[in-house]
């Protein structure tokens, strides 16, 4: 412990913001602890939004998370942060006032991304789903039973609606602009699947196809949506599910390399400044952070997943007061799960790294199956339906650098063919999207007439 650090900052008061509070405390930090966020609640928990909390079964006010512990922390809530000044170690309220701290956790996470018609998206009947207003606000009106729901994007959000509807007996359309739902998350081989199953439960699923127009009455309430295929629809509900937008545009100005796609810092979670050198005072954690991992050729991850948040603000909060030589490098492979349409579906490593995919065991017919991806010729992901129980011995397999195709022997049978292209969309900074499966830039992909653009990342910037 470094005696010397006596103030802390947390701006996030998020799942992360919460797990590295919790970790500091746990690590003997005495000091000050200040929690800031921009909405009025303290933390609570994200994935029961889009879930149970829309189908009625849970309260939305029964989603805030349980602390452990007294933390004996200040909680700012209700006030945004709007500027850091890194030379004078300072945070910046929206009410005027400022905060030295010694070190500064940036836990900020995303929003959801909106509408791009602003009146279009004021209509009555045209909702996002990101936090617990949102959702209570959709559940009171999918409760009144809407004769159509539609839902704008077929990524994980936009598929657990989806879902939530079906189970509701409500008509719903998705509409994706790709060729198959979870497109970006799992690939089209895996998506085709993820779309049959959407078909079976009876959802009108449109791929290919774009929402050009909302359309009001003359009381401003959502009445009609014009598709790209020629289609107009007469829908009381929209649901857009466009992915997120990471909440970096406070830290304008502040000296940090960021971007749309979130913030730089190392595998100790420490932030770059703009001369490419990395800061002690500054850590970030959660979806808002891009980090390099060892397994992903250094590649700089973006995860929107819960258990992430959690570990990588647990190492973050250990790395921000332990001495130096004792930091530790965050290294945790990612993990999703995501319930819908009667199955539980999970994943962990990268799934959007691969150039390949493998069915070896199960199959959609009995709502079982075991995908595995790849690169290069090894195991960089695997995805399981139903079958959860086998992903600890795919996770050993992606650690330890396993050649694909693997050799599995199942009692669920092998697959009968070989691998087959996984299908992901070109991997490139301006067409990933956040909120439809991790979001990543490989270094070699970064140009210097991109990075021009964006007055926060200096030309030929890369972390090492």
């Known amino acids: 412990m470094v005696s010397s650090i006596q103030r802390i900052v947390i701006v996030g008061a998020s799942l992360a913001g919460l797990s590295a509070a ?3 405390r746990s690590e003997g930090f005495s000091g000050t602890l200040t929690v800031i966020g921009d909405e009025p609640y303290v933390p609570y928990d994200r994935p029961p939004l889009s879930k149970t909390v829309l189908t009625g079964w849970l309260p939305v006010d029964h989603t805030t998370l349980p602390q452990r512990a007294d933390l004996h ?33 940036i836990a900020t996470g995303t929003r959801a991304r909106p509408w791009p018609d602003s009146a279009q998206a004021s209509l009555d009947g045209v909702y996002l789903l990101r936090t617990r207003n949102d959702a209570a606000q959709l559940r009171a009106r999918l409760a009144d039973r809407p004769k159509r729901v539609l839902v704008i994007g077929g990524g994980f959000t936009g598929s657990e609606v989806a879902s939530v509807c079906r189970e509701l007996d409500l008509v719903v359309t998705v509409t994706e602009r790709s060729a198959t739902p979870l497109i970006g998350a799992i690939g089209s081989a895996v998506g085709t699947l993820a ?33 790209s295929d ?4 007469d829908i009381d509900v929209a649901v857009v599910a466009l992915g997120a937008v990471r909440n970096v545009e406070w830290l304008r100005d502040s000296g940090l390399v960021f971007d749309s796609r979130g913030i730089v810092c190392d595998a100790a979670c420490r932030a770059f400044d703009t001369n490419g050198m990395v800061t002690d005072n500054i850590f970030v954690a959660g979806d808002v952070a891009r980090w390099p991992h060892p397994l992903y050729e250094g590649e700089l991850l973006a995860v929107e997943h819960w258990g992430n948040a959690v570990e990588q603000a647990r190492t973050a909060a250990h790395n921000m007061v332990c001495n130096p030589a004792d930091r530790w490098a965050y290294k945790t492979l990612p993990a999703f799960w995501s319930r819908q349409f009667g199955v539980n579906l999970k994943t962990v490593g990268l799934p959007s790294f691969a150039d390949e995919v493998v069915f070896t ?22 995805l399981t339906v139903n079958m959860a129980r086998w992903l600890p011995a795919y996770k050993a397999m992606i650690e330890a650098r396993a050649p694909f195709p693997p050799v599995i022997h199942a009692l ?53």
């Open 195 to 227: 779309g049959q199953l959407q078909r079976a439960y009876g959802v009108d699923l449109r791929c290919n196809v774009t929402v050009m127009a909302l359309e009001g009455d003359e009381n401003g309430r959502l009445r009609r949506a014009y598709l």
């Open 361 to 382: 065991q199960g199959s959609i017919a009995e709502r079982r199956l075991v995908a595995v991806y790849g690169y290069k010729g090894r195991i960089v992901a695997a």
């Open 73 to 105: 922390a200040e909680w700012l809530l209700d006030v945004p942060a709007i500027g850091l000044d890194l030379r004078n170690h300072k945070v910046e309220l929206a009410d005027g006032m400022r905060f030295s701290f010694d070190r500064l956790l």
């Open 412 to 464: 669920y049978g092998l697959a009968e063919h070989g691998p087959v292209p996984a299908g992901f969309p070109p991997r490139t900074h301006s067409s990933t999207q956040a909120g439809s499966g991790p979001s990543t830039l490989r270094p070699k992909e970064s140009s210097t007439s991109t990075r021009v653009k964006d007055p926060h990342v200096p030309p030929g910037f890369q972390p090492k």
């Open 230 to 233: 020629g289609d107009i629809l």
């Open 22 to 24: 919790e970790a500091l």
